[in-house]
């Protein structure tokens, strides 16, 4: 054991670095035998569930991440991961009800904030989209999936610039960490999907190439809410290659 020992804790800790590096599958094997020592350390039963929804599980991680909020009720980041994995499955008034009621006793709780501009967006409630975005880097979060989804919340009520400068923020942001690293096949989907609004459709098919060169066979993505796999990519460039023609 990395951490020493062979306690519930340790392999709790194994499990944390295994998830940070990406390894999900490792990850929960490791919170598995941490809960066979301890059954009450439901933040391994938390992690499970974080796993899962972050290799596109959804449906897998719904009943465990559940389980954790009901246990771990003064932790707001079980809650934000339930709601977000009911968005996933398109349950978006579950969701909403989660993040509102998170607001009303941490009002500040910038995850939340962003989980109703996702419920807002994917019932295209574009302004209300939009001001809870900026309402989000108003609280200090200035991270892609924010700049993303409030440059197609523009793009859509026809506010033309401030779409393109905050698509340029999410372009700036995914490059960095592309460059930080860049076997990422999510990362390069993501920045085509950047590239596709701003209306770079040649750039939006190589970063889909690229994307392809990682993209393992069978594996299904999740960021930002976003599901997709090879099969996805591979639809989607074909999308933006009809488009190239016309």
């Known amino acids: 054991m990395l951490f020493g020992g062979d306690s519930a804790q340790s392999y709790y800790e194994e499990g944390l670095t295994s998830a940070i590096k990406g390894n999900y599958e490792e990850a929960i094997r490791y919170f598995k035998e941490a809960l066979k020592r301890d059954k009450y350390l439901y933040q391994a039963e938390h992690q499970i569930g974080r796993c899962l929804l972050r290799q596109g599980k959804t449906k897998e991680a719904l009943p465990i991440l559940e389980k954790a909020v009901k246990h771990l009720d003064e932790l707001s980041a079980p809650k934000i991961d339930l709601g977000n994995a009911l968005i996933q499955q398109g349950q978006i008034k579950g969701a909403r009800d989660i993040f509102s009621h998170l607001l009303k006793t941490k009002p500040q709780e910038k995850r939340a904030v962003l989980g109703l501009a996702y419920c807002a ?46 698509y340029q923020q999410a372009e700036n942001l995914m490059q960095q960490s592309i460059e930080a690293t860049p076997d990422q096949a999510a990362a390069y989907y993501l920045l085509a999907r950047v590239h596709e609004g701003m209306g770079y459709y040649n750039r939006a098919v190589e970063d889909i190439d690229q994307a392809l060169l990682y993209a393992e066979e069978g594996q299904c993505y999740s960021a930002y809410n976003i599901l997709f796999s090879r099969e996805t990519m591979l639809a989607y460039k074909e999308t933006l290659t009809t488009k190239l023609r016309k």
């Not at 989209?129 to 009520?157: C, I, N, Y």
């Open 121 to 166: 967006f994917h019932e295209a409630q574009w302004e209300t989209a939009a001001g809870l975005l900026q309402r989000t880097l108003e609280l200090g979060r200035s991270q892609f999936d924010v700049h993303f989804l409030l440059a197609q919340a523009a793009d859509k009520m026809g506010e033309f610039q401030l779409a393109i400068a905050q």
